[in-house]
């Protein structure tokens, strides 16, 4: 189906799910430009909120994000108070311009905290902001859901959940730290089915000692149960960066022809099941609103991958969350102890983050279409990169100011769009592979 080519994929290259990437934060940029940006919000502007909850009951080895135990309640009570107090300063600092389109809580897993608490940051959300007419989304970790949190979830307007599920096949969960039986997430599909909830699944390819077959099997179980999309992400080992990934033996993961053989593997399966490509790692079934956008070229990218949000600004709430402006990217606090100080002295959490200029806006929006439409009109302000390779490979065709990622191309669009990428280096190790 795709035709392997080493060299494209030996170069660690970013997602793209902002640019400049965090990897250009600073503290140079902080509290003072979110502030600024805040005050000058216009009164109907479409309004993103994401909420981070860095919890998780269990700490899965290969996971990448920013988490940890939610082994004591005074911890979580405090985190929650102090969530719900930053909640009121962003708001006040808006005195009531824009409006709420989306909310999303992510982590962790925001179904770490006590079904109370988790309710009461939703009304306070609803309490602060514009945002009752809203679409509420949360990932959940589905070990941890039950009847109780599903209908408290559908009474309180959640549109959609999407649950870390990884793989279906034991030996692979046991090797990464999540058990979590194939019963447990079918369980959950079907309670949340009946409430009216849509799900979303999130699996992974490239885990230690698992199989093509292994792969397969977990396609195959997530097709019979139908989630509404599926992400299906190469798994990405850095240990150098995240400790807890020292506890998965290296010398089981599959090498990179592997990799590539379960990415064009899931792939065929998911969309010979029906679901339509949403880039290359993602896929919904074709009524779901990010294939509708996917279609109509209305897809974007943000901190939460593929979207069919529109909003051009984000506003990151918790530790470590954080916030997109056209001319602004910024990151909270990342450690929830040094968050919370800040927010308690009723401060702006903000400690790091980027500039956007005129030129790494446009550079931006290249990398975007690239991604997200599969081609791109080159802004005459940016310099042409030497994609001479590509175009002798056969994966890109170029006509004037246009750019088109021809089907073969797919699994190196990350690899391409980065050649738009000002601020990668050629010796750049901290990102993961694009397969």
Known sequence: MWTYHPDLLARPVPR?????????????????????????????????????????????????????????????????????????????????????????????SPNSLPLVDFVRLLQQLLLCFDAHHAEISVELDPRRLDRQWISTMAAMGVDRVNLGVQTFTPHVQTAIGRIQPLETVARAVDQLGLSGIATGFDLMYGLPGQSIDDLAATLEASVRLRPARIALFGYAHMPQLLPRQRRIDASALPDLPTRFAMAAQGYRTLTAAGYDAIGFDHFAQPRDSIARAAAEGRLRRNFQGFTDDPADILLGLGASAISQFPDL???????????????????????????????????????????????????????????????????????????????????????????????????????????
Do not use: M
């Open 16 to 108: 793209y799910t902002s640019y400049p990437t965090a990897a250009q934060f600073g503290g140079e940029v902080g509290a003072a430009d979110l502030s600024a940006r805040l005050e000058g919000v216009e009164r109907d502007a479409a309004l993103s909120l994401y909420v981070h909850i860095p919890y998780c009951h269990d700490i899965c080895w290969y996971c990448g994000c920013n988490t940890g135990a939610a082994n004591r309640s005074q911890r979580l009570a405090a985190y929650v108070e102090a969530l719900e107090r930053e909640i009121a300063l962003v708001a006040g600092r808006l005195k009531g311009r824009g409006r709420v389109r989306r909310i999303a809580f992510g982590g962790g």
């Open 329 to 435: 990217i910024v990151q909270n606090e990342k450690q929830a102890g040094p968050w919370r100080e800040r927010v308690e002295a009723g401060e702006i959490s903000a400690t790091r983050g980027t500039l956007r200029t005129v030129e790494d806006q446009r550079r931006g929006r290249i990398i975007e279409a690239l991604l997200c439409q599969g081609h791109a009109r080159i802004d005459p302000a940016i310099p042409l990169p030497d994609l001479s390779h590509f175009d002798r490979l056969g994966l890109i065709r170029l006509s004037g100011d246009q750019l088109v990622l021809l089907p073969e191309a797919l699994p190196y669009a990350r690899s391409i769009a980065a050649c738009f990428d000002a601020y990668l280096q050629p010796a750049e190790r901290r990102f993961s592979h694009a397969v």
